[in-house]
């Protein structure tokens, strides 16, 4: 290979041998069959998917094995309880939710029983189950579930030979199932072989559960025929996106990818209204710590407190869903399974949805902290006022003590039990020393108290 350097080209020129050498990652840079603008400048297109990744991509899905799963599963159960085939059938209204999961409350919250739904575009109802081997019901296969069109496992506090089952039926990495049993707190966005794995916290919205706004983590794998989820705590979530797909499924086409934006779309419209409580409570913080007087704001450091804390656990748990989101988009659009376009813009939505809500945060942070800052500098300016008047009354003490003191040293003197001018003797009634010590002593209080008046001593 020779490269003419000459000056009178803009560029570069790299002769190559005639021989005509395939391309590949392992190839070196200069059997590689591109120019140097096309390696720097001008990205390749992607390269065509061939038959063979597209079956392997079309069946990475065991259903064979999760037949079997739930066979083995199910004759276990019959041995040990020969009523079981008949304890929930496919009519059972514990099973099946119509409309609206018309068996859950308003909150959401599904019975702590029946933790696996399962929901089928081509299905009128949400399936519930104790288990996920319990889905199928005797005449129905795993596997027809599966293959009927878009679905979502939804599972609740995962066992750990459900998780080693569908890892193996699902070709699930390890390190996506470690992930996952060991409640990875970090949240992130990876993308394997044949699925994307999304890791986003939401919190605990029981006000009168200890663990509220303790973070809840929810596992997302992202297939090209359907999405798994999991989460080890009861979360609305779920309903609320099936109950927005049921009410929207006659206007959108149900992908796992649309899914997906609807689960993260709803974890993020859940801190609304904490950051709107936040906004009203800072507002009136910042309004009163400048108005209430001292017996008035007794309560209000602990007002601060409460609220920075609440700010703070915000944060902390939407510090990161910006990014991750963005990955998402990132890596979603080149990767396999791939995020649609029209998802796309549904899922920037929700980016915007979240730097709006830091930037309040960060606003409100700034506007407590400043609140906390006046209220310390108020009860600093206060305890100096009263420090100043107590600092002036004992001044007033002073200066009447420097009056007294004379009028003591005087009336001590002629009461001593010795000899003394003026002295009372018997057979006399003068009292001109009395009258004369008398009045020096007042004319000397009422000079001091002119002179201090006059100074505004007193």
Request: charged share 20%; net charge negative; proline share 6%.
């Amino acid at each position: 290979m020779l490269i003419d350097l000459s000056s009178s080209q803009e560029s570069p020129t790299i002769t190559r041998p005639k021989n005509n050498i395939k391309a590949s990652p392992d190839t070196p840079l200069y059997h590689r069959p591109t120019t140097i603008e096309e390696d720097v400048c001008f990205p390749q297109p992607p390269q065509p998917l061939t038959a063979h990744d597209t079956d392997d991509e079309e069946n990475r899905i065991d259903y064979a094995f999760l037949d079997q799963w739930v066979q083995d599963h199910q004759d276990n159960k019959a041995a040990f309880n020969p009523y079981y085939n008949t304890t929930l059938t496919k009519f059972s209204d514990a099973r099946f939710d119509h409309l609206y999961d018309d068996y859950t409350n308003y909150s959401g919250k599904q019975p702590n029983d029946y933790r696996v739904s399962f929901y089928s575009v081509s299905e009128p109802s949400t399936l519930h189950a104790k288990n996920v081997a319990d889905l199928p019901d005797a005449s129905t296969r795993f596997s027809h579930l599966l293959q009927q069109g878009c679905f979502w496992l939804d599972v609740m506090c995962p066992t750990e030979i459900e998780m080693k089952q569908l890892s193996k039926a699902f070709h699930i990495h390890p390190l996506t199932t470690e992930d996952i049993a060991m409640e990875e707190p970090r949240e992130k966005c990876e993308v394997f072989k044949n699925y994307c794995f999304v890791c986003f916290r939401s919190f605990d919205q029981d006000p009168s559960s200890v663990y509220y706004l303790q973070p809840v983590g929810v596992y997302i794998l992202i297939f090209k025929q359907g999405i798994l989820t999991f989460h080890f705590r009861s979360i609305p979530h779920s309903y609320n996106v099936r109950r927005r797909i049921k009410q929207l499924k006659d206007y959108i086409n149900v992908t796992p990818d649309w899914i997906c934006y609807g689960l993260l779309d709803d974890i993020t419209d859940s801190f609304a209204p904490l950051i709107r409580g936040i906004e009203f409570e800072v507002d009136s913080i910042d309004e009163l710590v400048l108005i209430l007087k001292e017996s008035e704001q007794s309560d209000m450091l602990r007002r601060i407190g409460y609220c920075r804390k609440r700010m703070m656990s915000l944060l902390r748990l939407l510090v990161t869903k910006s990014d991750v989101v963005k990955t998402l988009i990132k890596r979603g659009q080149v990767k396999r399974p791939a995020i649609s376009p029209e998802v796309v813009i549904y899922l920037g939505d929700v980016q915007d949805h979240l730097i709006s809500m830091l930037q309040s945060l960060n606003h409100y942070e700034k506007i407590s902290s400043r609140s906390h800052s006046n209220y310390l500098a108020q009860i600093s300016i206060e305890m100096t006022q009263t420090n100043n008047e107590i600092n002036d009354v004992l001044s007033k003490m002073t200066a009447l003590g420097s009056v007294l003191i004379p009028m003591n040293l005087v009336t001590g003197l002629f009461g001593m039990n010795v000899p003394v001018p003026g002295q009372f003797t018997e057979g006399t009634e003068d009292l001109t020393w009395f009258v004369c010590i008398t009045a020096s002593i007042l004319t000397f209080c009422m000079t001091s108290v002119a002179m201090m008046r006059y100074y505004r001593i007193i």
